[in-house]
């Protein structure tokens, strides 16, 4: 699977004035650890490290969680240490390190990005990440976060940040279904990255939103009819833009279920 670095090197030899965005600063072991732990990473994920270094971020990957990895990495000498740590570790045929400008590379595969980039490299990326992954990607931050795209969910670890996203679904829009018991459900809903506002109503009487939480392709309303009804909960699934399946959720999580005084 590793590119054919001999030409790279020697341009690079060549070119010690190439351009990196970031300075190469190694992650901490059990940072690393930390990090995949966060992400929840295991053997069915296939993970993408931009500016991967010397590779240590997809190699504990594939070594300690079984996980596939991909390493995107500007500097060839960089990759040419990844192969090699990959080879010593045992994990070469789970891995591969890509020459490449994480900005151009092709990452629309990964179901779990790492970064260990910069504050203002990370705001310049998230454009990219969230029309280019699919809904439910986890990105995970080594110190940095992604300005106004609030983290899901922050961890200190040893002084440091650490920062998860779950890349969110676009649902945004007016949708409708009927449920089980024949009434004709709206809801209307405004997004701003994984924030939800909505608006719902049952056979157009309006209904309060008691909760609306995004959480990659999946939408858990919390809807109340009026005041003497019970709370009632659903699952929308939504893929490609549109409304896939709504399903009527009878137990209702503890953390939904209770009310504003």
């Known amino acids: 699977m590793f590119r054919d670095l001999i030409d790279d090197l020697d341009d690079y030899s060549a070119q010690p004035h190439l351009y990196l965005d970031v300075p190469y600063v190694p992650t901490d072991e059990d940072l690393v650890e930390e990090m995949l732990a966060l992400a929840e990473v295991g053997a069915r ?11 240590r971020i997809v190699v504990a990957a594939a070594r300690d969680r079984g996980a596939h990895g991909v390493g995107i990495e500007l500097d060839p000498l960089r990759i040419a240490d990844a192969m090699e740590y990959a080879g010593d570790s045992g994990v070469e045929y789970l891995v591969d390190f890509v020459e490449a400008d994480i900005f151009s ?5 990964a179901s779990v990005v790492t ?17 280019t992954l699919r809904p439910g990607t986890r990105i995970v931050s080594h110190a940095f976060d992604m300005g106004d795209w609030k983290a899901d969910e922050r961890r200190r670890f040893r002084g440091t940040n650490l920062f998860k996203w779950i ?6 829009g007016r949708w409708e279904w009927r449920s089980a018991d024949g009434r004709q459900c709206r809801i209307e809903l405004e997004q701003n990255y994984q924030q939800i506002t909505a608006r719902a109503w049952f056979d157009e009487r309006p209904a309060r939103v008691e909760s609306a939480q995004l959480r ?3 939408l858990k ?11 009632e909960c659903f699952s929308l699934h939504f893929a490609d833009g549109q409304l896939a399946s709504v399903t009527a959720v009878s137990e209702i999580p ?3 279920a209770e009310r504003p005084q």
Request: charged share 25%.
């Open 45 to 55: 994920d296939l993970l993408y490290d931009l500016g991967s270094g010397d590779g």
């Open 105 to 109: 590379a092709d990452i629309s595969e």
């Open 115 to 131: 970064l260990y980039l910069l504050d203002s490299v990370n705001v310049d990326l998230r454009p990219r990440l969230l029309s």
């Open 167 to 172: 890349v969110p679904a676009q649902v945004a």
């Open 216 to 218: 990659g392709d999946r």
């Open 221 to 231: 309303l919390l809807l109340l009819a009026d005041d003497a009804a019970p709370l």
């Open 254 to 256: 503890a953390a939904l």
